[in-house]
């Protein structure tokens, strides 16, 4: 078991990391064990890709680290701008105050609320806070870079799939997250709008210094990353540096030969969504 | 529904949320058919109160006519029998007859727990059995057997006495004599007793000394013919034949315009009965029908009270149901789409949503009988303990059932067949289609925006034409088509004010996100808000209109009985001991002491010319403080001031007012004819006896009068909201100190009081079934918004929106329904209530001013909310534990 932590990217620090993580679903036969013990640290101001094949347990990875769902066991730390939080001890409402001040999301459904405009929909994790303020001197310059600077009064439905999704990746920069967590932003794309999401998530890590973590299917997108990590059985296989796509795809071809049961786990992650 | 599958995917994939649906149809249906029983009861009551009163009997012969004839050879001398003895007499000569007993009864007036008491009083029947329920038959003369209800009214027991008046008119000298007696109770009856309160012994009857009138003639059939139908036909033809035989041989009075022809003729009437020389002859049966025709018009004002509120109910209902099946089928879009693609049919789509709600209206049909008949036995059995024990069980009619369950069927139907049209325009496309952001169409229906203002402005220009011109037929047509054209528009404006006060609400921090999503809501699904608010806006404008016209009528009636009686109420005396009674008693609210002197009252209006009484001087500053209104001493005629006095001394017939020469006791020498003052006095019912209220601007030489605090009376101020149980306590508390007590116009106003808050109360009850479906609308239309909106509530709540707030959100959404149903329905309740008191009072000097009881419109609102919020519980709950992690992968 390797981590993402290697002495070449030495003095970076950590943003997230997990601890002998177990999560598990269902008993007996039908338990599904999408985490099995598994421990991982990724380094802030980086763009990590987290791959693996169906049921591998990215997703439940990803969930559970952005403090969606609670490990059976193990532990995460977050380092947030009050330094490190831990999230066990956390009750539900803790997590989910720590969700919005510290974990943006991008989705692979656009998930825009349908009712807001662009604007309204970039700045909901601050406007949830109540009081709280957005930046807005960093809002303007986000959303400038992003192009969406016309578009602010627009409702969702008169924006197109890659207008959302730039709408979705301003959302989730503008309130400065210790870590973003990307769910395939490319899946429901076509090639040149999901290029250009990717591009985004690049720009978000190298000039807002953001850490980005994403989990795909596709191994071009992974090509992007900084690091890419590779899950299978719930477990970290492998962690490639600047990997080329090629590479990718041949480490996910051993991946899926090595995952257990892909059918059963399959069922479990349609179930989960 | 085995031979259509499209059916059963229907009430596999979406049974679940029939459930709101049904409950409208279970409610409805329980209204109505718990109004067809309890109409069935109360008229199996009267027939029952019908029965008793005519059981025992073959014949009643109605004696009534001979009351107000003259004997027939001119001679009466009161002390002979009477011509109903002499038929009586006559009829029970005949074959068959067992007996044929003349009953009489007078009429007897006194007082009883404080209120005055009028009782018929009869003799005891041989020919009815009574049924004693406490105490004994009376034995005795002075003895009295009342009936139970009667005697529980003015709260008489077994062995209380009763003091009575009774009046004799004598022919001879063409006078009324009065007299009274001492009657004793010596029992209770029970059951129904019509046409007398109370039962005497003959004898006893006989030695009160007031007027017996005949009443009825009895007559029994001996042997097996008693209780023949036949055999009662032919002893009534035979009576009447025997009546118009004596008649004609002078032995029975008569109007001799019916006699000139010798024999009276014998007329059949309508109902079978005989009529002979204004007899009238009825068989057991006949009489029965008689008095439930007589009485069939209350039944059928319940009955149109009854079915019109089911219709509320009903409508309601309808507009709950029908939203259900729209909704039902748009979230089954994707299914009902999946079925098209694998080769289903429009029509079957169509038939299976039309079959479903046929299923759930007969389901619902049922439940509802069911309900219904509990509901009703359970009213009919408190009915019999607290109102009339006699009051007839409910039973379930074939009425009643086919009633209920066509109604459950024909609404749901007819509710899901819009939706049902909808199913089957699904397009298979639909299955196919990826989930996209759904625009939201800003689509203004003109034709329904345009009808509806129109009826709008028309119907509520036609009410307040109507509160003009005092025309209640206007008024109601103009309601309920302003009310039809408020509900057209709706669906353009509810949608808009709920947005608005959404926004309204997002001001405040807290509710920053929920307000403004909750909002966008309310006009993303139009419709349904509409609909939903509409449901609601129907109950709360009711109940507004119902209570604020209650409040506007109680109030012009107080005003208008503080016109006529300015003082509440006054007591003949004055002393410390009274004061610190009505110092201590809540339902006094202002007490003046009036200083008196003794005087000599002298008028030719006063019967006995002169009258020792006493003098009360009204210091303006005492009668402005206990006064209702600024006439007291105004006289409707003569504008100038008055002074009041007591109604009794007044001569009858001298009604508006008399001159008064008012002298203090003592001598010429001690100034007291020169003290003299004469007045002009109308009387006035609180003054007390033998007394003269003066105004202090008519007393000119109040110097030589020494008024004291020794000869004063009391006049009283009393609290708007006593009842008249709060004045008879008071009565009694200050009888002992105060001699002679007043509280008529209090009485008055506390009896008004009551029976506009009795018939409010009852209104309200009947409206609380629509309340309550519209109430389960709320609560379906929210838990199908909330299915809808399971991904973006995961959104939030990933994005770091906490359970709290997304159940907000839901919550705020049905109380902003409510505020907008509250708003609009307390704004038309307004007007329909001013509207409709002023169409109804036709008199153009009194201005109608609204009067809004604020508790009660506060309680509305309050419940309003209560209930809207209590309707979000569940689907609240539900979207706030939507799992975070749902909203992060499509689908």
């Known amino acids: 078991m390797r981590t993402a932590n290697t002495p070449s990217e030495a003095p970076t620090a950590i943003a997230v990391r997990a601890e002998a993580l177990t999560k598990t679903y269902g008993s007996g036969d039908a338990a599904v064990r999408p985490l099995q013990n598994l421990s991982i640290g990724f380094p802030s101001g980086r763009f990590t890709a987290v791959m693996g094949p169906s049921g591998s347990g990215k997703s439940t990875l990803m969930h559970v680290l952005a403090g969606l769902d609670i490990p059976d066991s193990g532990e995460i730390t977050l380092a947030t701008g009050r330094g490190p939080v831990s999230f066990s001890g956390l009750n539900e409402k803790q997590l989910t105050l720590l969700r919005r001040s510290s974990v943006g999301f991008i989705f692979q459904a656009y998930n825009l609320i349908p009712a807001m405009t662009a604007e309204e929909n970039i700045v909901l994790p601050a406007s949830l806070g109540g009081g709280s303020t957005i930046d807005t001197a960093f809002f303007r310059q986000v959303v400038e870079r992003l192009g969406l600077s016309e578009r602010l009064h627009h409702r969702p439905f008169e924006l197109s799939g890659g207008q959302q999704q730039r709408v979705a990746v301003a959302r989730a920069l503008v309130s400065r997250p210790s870590v973003v967590f990307a769910d395939e932003p490319t899946g429901n794309l076509d090639q040149a709008t999901g290029a250009e999401v990717l591009d985004l998530l690049r720009t978000a890590v190298d000039e807002f210094g953001q850490t980005v973590i994403m989990v795909t299917h596709d191994a071009a997108a992974a090509a992007q990353a900084d690091s890419t990590v590779l899950l299978a059985d719930g477990r970290v296989m492998e962690t490639l540096h600047r990997p080329s796509a090629e590479q990718l795809a041949a480490a996910m071809l051993h991946a899926g030969s090595a995952a257990a049961a892909p059918v059963t786990a399959r069922a479990i992650d349609g179930g989960m969504s | ?891």
């Open chain 2, 1 to 891: 529904m085995r031979g259509n599958p499209v059916l059963r995917t229907n009430l596999r994939s979406g049974g679940k949320r029939l459930w709101a649906a049904g409950a409208a149809v279970v409610i409805s249906v329980t209204f109505v058919v718990s109004a067809l029983v309890l109409i069935g009861s109360f008229n199996r009551t009267m027939e029952a109160q019908a029965e008793a009163d005519a059981a025992g009997a073959d014949l009643v012969i109605g004696t009534g006519a001979f009351a107000w004839a003259e004997a027939p050879d001119g001679s009466d001398d009161g002390s002979g029998p009477g011509p109903d003895q002499e038929l009586a007499e006559a009829v029970s000569e005949l074959e068959g007859v067992a007996e044929a007993e003349a009953l009489s009864h007078v009429f007897l007036e006194g007082e009883a727990a404080g209120m005055n008491l009028m009782l018929l009083a009869g003799s005891l029947p041989e020919t009815r059995t009574i049924d004693i329920a406490e105490g004994s038959m009376p034995e005795q003369e002075g003895e009295i057997l009342l009936a139970k209800e009667f005697a529980e009214a003015y709260d008489l027991g077994v062995g209380d006495t009763m003091p009575v008046n009774t009046e004799r008119y004598n022919a001879e000298t063409d006078t009324v004599e009065q007299d009274s007696a001492e009657l004793t109770v010596s029992g209770l009856a029970g059951g129904t007793h019509r046409s007398v309160s109370g039962y005497l012994t003959p004898e006893g009857l006989g030695a009160l000394d007031a007027d017996h009138s005949p009443s009825s003639l009895r007559v029994a059939l001996a042997g097996d013919a008693h209780g023949d139908p036949q055999a009662q036909e032919e002893l009534q033809q035979q009576v009447a034949e025997l009546i118009a035989s004596m008649v004609e041989r002078g032995e029975l009075p008569a109007d001799p315009a019916e006699t000139e022809g010798g024999a009276p003729e014998i007329l059949t009437q309508p109902d079978g009965s005989l009529l002979v020389a204004g007899v009238e002859i009825h068989t057991h049966q006949q009489i029965i029908d008689a008095w439930i025709a007589e009485h069939a018009g209350q039944s059928t004002v319940l009955v149109s009270i009854g079915l019109g509120f089911g219709a509320i109910a009903v409508f309601v209902a309808s507009l709950v149901i029908s939203n259900t099946f729209q909704v039902l089928v748009a979230s089954r879009s994707r299914t009902m789409a999946l079925l098209r693609a694998v080769g289903a049919t429009a029509g079957q789509l169509r038939r299976a949503t039309v079959a479903e709600g046929a299923l759930l209206g007969l389901l619902g049909g049922v439940l509802g009988v069911l309900l219904g008949w509990s509901a009703a036995s359970g009213i009919a059995f408190a009915a019999q303990r607290l109102w009339q024990e006699s009051f007839a069980s409910a039973e379930l009619s074939v009425l009643a059932i086919a009633a209920g369950l066509t109604l459950g069927v024909l609404v749901t139907v007819l509710a899901a067949v819009m939706p049902a049209l909808k199913a089957g325009r699904t397009s298979p496309m639909e299955a196919l289609r990826p989930v996209e952001v759904a625009s939201d169409q800003r689509r203004i229906a003109w034709v329904r925006t345009v009808l509806g203002i129109l009826f709008a402005a028309g119907g509520l220009g036609g009410v307040l034409l109507a509160a003009v011109l005092h025309a209640p037929m206007i008024g109601a047509t103009g309601a309920v088509v302003g009310f039809s054209g408020v509900l057209l528009m709706g669906r353009v404006l509810v949608p808009a004010v709920v947005s608005f006060l959404g926004r309204l609400v997002a001001a405040l921090p807290q509710l920053r996100v929920p307000g403004r999503l909750a909002a966008q809501n309310a006009r993303a699904v139009p419709r349904r808000t509409a609909v939903t608010t509409s449901a609601l806006l129907i109950g709360v404008t009711l109940v507004s209109t119902m209570t604020m016209g209650a409040m506007t009528a109680q109030h012009s009636l107080s005003d208008e009985l503080a016109e006529r009686n300015p003082v509440d109420a006054s007591l003949g005396t004055a002393s410390e001991q009274t004061e610190q009674v009505l110092e201590e008693s809540p339902t006094v609210v202002g007490h003046q002491q009036l200083p008196g002197a003794e005087a000599t009252l002298d008028s030719e209006g006063i019967e006995a010319g002169s009258v020792e009484g006493r003098v009360i001087l009204a210091e303006e500053s005492a009668i402005e403080e206990i006064a209702r209104s600024e006439s007291v001493f105004q006289e409707e005629h003569s504008g100038g001031p008055v002074a009041l006095i007591s109604p009794d001394l007044l001569e009858a017939g001298m009604a508006e007012s008399a001159e008064v020469t008012l002298t203090p006791h003592g001598t010429a020498e001690s100034g007291a004819l020169g003290a003299a003052i004469t007045v002009t006095a109308a009387p006035a019912s609180w003054v007390p006896a033998d007394t003269v209220v003066l105004p202090e601007v008519l007393a000119d030489t109040a110097e030589l009068w020494s008024f004291e605090s020794s000869a004063a009376m009391t006049v009283l101020r009393i609290s708007e909201s006593a009842s008249m149980g709060d004045l008879t306590r008071l009565g009694n508390e200050v009888e002992a100190s105060a001699g002679e007590v007043s509280l008529d116009a209090a009485m008055d106003r506390a009896s008004y009081t009551q029976v506009i808050d009795t018939v409010l109360v009852v209104v309200l009850v009947l409206l609380a079934a629509s309340v309550l479906v519209s109430v389960v609308g709320v609560s379906n239309t929210l838990a199908l918004s909330v299915f809808e909106r399971r991904r973006e509530a995961a959104l939030l709540r990933a994005m770091g929106m906490t359970r709290g707030s997304v159940g907000a959100m839901v919550t705020l959404e049905a109380l902003l329904m409510a505020a907008v149903a509250l708003v609009l329905g307390s704004g038309l309740g307004a007007l329909f209530a001013w509207g409709g008191v002023s169409s109804l009072v036709a008199r153009d000097d009194v201005t109608m001013v609204l009067s809004i009881p604020w508790d009660r419109m506060g309680m509305i609102w309050g419940v309003t909310f209560l209930a809207a919020a209590l309707a979000s519980f569940l689907p609240a709950r539900a979207l706030s534990r939507t799992p975070p992690a749902a909203g992060l992968s499509a689908q």
